[in-house]
């Protein structure tokens, strides 16, 4: 089981700030994703990325961006918050480089609860 | 259309008791996998049971059973002797291998409350 750690776990910030979204874990994972959820809402990926340096938009139209700079970390950034990114923002890892098997399970972060004013 | 379908938008069950938890799927990829997610108030997601599309026998870990159906594409979620700890939203996914290897596919969740 993945161990993943998401800063920080509630953030509420104006509208046109610059924030940074922070991912990480501790198991190697090749694979990290962003989900964008609203509350009572089904998940939807934002982005994903393979491993480091690689990264690809996800389902979901976002405004954010990624970086994988390192296998463990998985930042997304907002570049200027509006209300309408107020949502929940989670960060999952898999283990499997290759897409060989079904199962490759995502392991989730606590969640980052946004709100923008 | 929709990949996941969950229909039950809030489900009641007394302690003690089972429950089944609805979950039907659209896909044309013959190879995919089945997730159920739990999520609680806390907001994270915990990862319950998976089932892949050519096992045989349906999936169990604990009191979580997975009843799967290929033929009427189905996957319900079975809890058995409900407790007041597994009060959460229940969420249903899948992951097609051939066509989008990366994506899971979630459904809209079930929101279960155990009664005591």
């Known amino acids: 089981e993945a161990d993943i750690y998401q800063t920080p776990r509630y953030l509420v910030i104006g509208t046109g700030k610059k924030i940074t979204l922070e991912c990480s874990q501790t198991?190697?994972?090749?694979?990290m994703y962003w989900y964008q959820q609203d509350p009572g809402m089904e998940l939807h990926l934002i982005h994903y990325?393979?491993?480091?340096?690689?990264?690809e938009k996800g389902d979901l139209s976002s405004e954010s961006t990624v970086s994988r700079i390192r296998t463990e970390h998985f930042p997304l950034t907002l570049e200027s918050a509006r209300p309408s990114h107020t949502s929940q923002y989670l960060c999952?890892?898999?283990?499997?480089?290759?897409?060989?098997?079904?199962?490759?399970?995502?392991?989730f972060g606590p969640g980052t609860r946004l709100t923008v004013l | 259309a929709q990949k996941i379908t969950q229909t039950q938008p809030g489900m009641f069950v007394q302690e003690k008791e089972a429950v089944t938890l609805d979950c039907t799927y659209d896909?044309?990829?013959?190879?995919?996998?089945l997730f159920w997610y739990k999520q609680p108030s806390s907001g994270e997601m915990i990862f319950l049971i998976y089932?892949?599309?050519?096992?045989?026998q349906n999936a169990t870990e604990g009191r979580y059973s997975l009843n799967f159906q290929k033929a009427r594409k189905s996957a319900n979620l079975v809890i058995s002797a409900s407790q007041l700890g597994d009060s959460a939203m229940y969420f249903c996914?899948?992951?097609?291998?051939?066509?989008?290897?990366?994506?899971?596919?979630f459904g809209t969740g079930t929101r279960l409350t155990v009664i005591p």
């Open positions: 999952a890892s898999s283990e499997q480089q290759q897409a060989t098997s079904g199962q490759d399970t995502q392991y």
């Open positions: 198991m190697g994972h090749d694979k």
């Open positions: 990325s393979y491993g480091v340096n690689s990264t």
């Open positions: 896909t044309s990829d013959p190879s995919y996998g």
């Open positions: 089932q892949g599309s050519y096992d045989q």
């Open positions: 996914a899948m992951r097609e291998l051939q066509t989008g290897a990366n994506n899971l596919f």
